[in-house]
Nanobody, 123 residues
Framework: EVQLVESGGGLVQAGGSLRLSCVAS????????IGWIRQAPGKEREVVSC????????YYLDSVKGRFTISSDTAKNTMYLQMNSLKPEDAAVYYC????????????????WGQGTQVTVSS
């Protein structure tokens, strides 16, 4: 059974940093594209960042480029999202999600999801 467990969310002041972690189990980490998706109240989910499994490519939402960095530790089956220079508009529930083998997929194609971790940014 594929399981994804996020952690690392919390309350931070604008301009601060957080590092989110996603621990994966039940599958071979390298065989899945894994992404971070967020959803703010009243807004649709959006893909923030992703690492593709077939090509190792990375994707970043335009609004987080230069501030967020996605990385993975395959030995620990863990993916990270380092978030710097946080803005109030980054506040959301952040989800880790995965889909079997391929490049970074569209939002609708993610098949497995974690429970989410809340990020709150005060102005």
């Amino acid at each position: 059974e594929v399981q994804l467990v996020e952690s690392g969310g919390g309350l931070v002041q604008a301009g601060g940093s957080l590092r989110l972690s996603c621990v994966a189990s039940g599958f071979t980490f390298d065989d899945y594209a894994i992404g971070w998706i967020r959803q703010a109240p009243g807004k649709e989910r959006e893909v923030v960042s992703c690492i593709g499994s077939s090509d190792g490519s990375t994707y970043y939402l335009d609004s987080v480029k230069g501030r967020f960095t996605i990385s993975s530790d395959t030995a620990k089956n863990t993916m990270y999202l380092q978030m710097n220079s946080l803005k109030p508009e980054d506040a959301a529930v952040y989800y880790c999600a995965a889909v079997v083998w391929g490049p970074c997929p569209d939002l609708a194609d993610y098949g497995s999801w974690g429970q989410g971790t809340q990020v709150t940014v005060s102005s």
